[in-house]
């Protein structure tokens, strides 16, 4: 999967750098959504916080990374491998990552008054077991 990634880096005419596989690589192996200081944490400091909000920036104009926002002010950032939708506790702000989606069938009747390139978001806030 990673190698995908850094394929399509090069497909677009970017650099594959040290910087770049670093960041991919903790974002490819742990789901998240990240916030950019949780990624400067598991980076351990090896990249500054402005380098991961670029490189950010250009994965996410590239596509594969998705910025996921709860209302909260602050930016997460993950791979946009697979449609999911997310319940984050609104006591430890922990994110659960929820794969089931009930609106594939809008989006099949918007696609049919002729729509195309139909994306959507759904994000659950509620108070995890740890938390009640």
């Known amino acids: 999967m990673e190698q995908d990634f850094l394929q399509l880096l090069r497909d ?3 650099h594959v750098t040290k910087t770049r596989r670093m960041l991919l690589d903790v974002l490819a192996h742990d789901h998240g959504p990240h916030t950019v200081e949780q990624l400067f944490i598991d980076l ?3 990249l ?4 991961i909000y670029r490189s950010l920036a250009s994965f996410e104009k ?6 996921c926002d709860f209302g909260d002010g602050t930016a997460r950032f993950e791979l946009a491998m697979t449609h999911h939708h997310h319940v984050m506790c609104r006591v430890c702000h922990r994110v659960e990552s929820v794969h089931e989606c009930v609106l594939d069938g809008f989006e099949d009747s918007i696609r049919k008054k002729g729509y195309t390139d139909i994306t959507h978001t759904l994000e659950f806030f509620a108070i995890c077991a740890r938390c009640q």
């Open 12 to 14: 677009a005419g970017l």
């Open 44 to 46: 351990q400091g090896s």
């Open 48 to 51: 500054d916080r402005v380098t």
């Open 62 to 67: 590239l596509g594969f990374v998705r910025r």
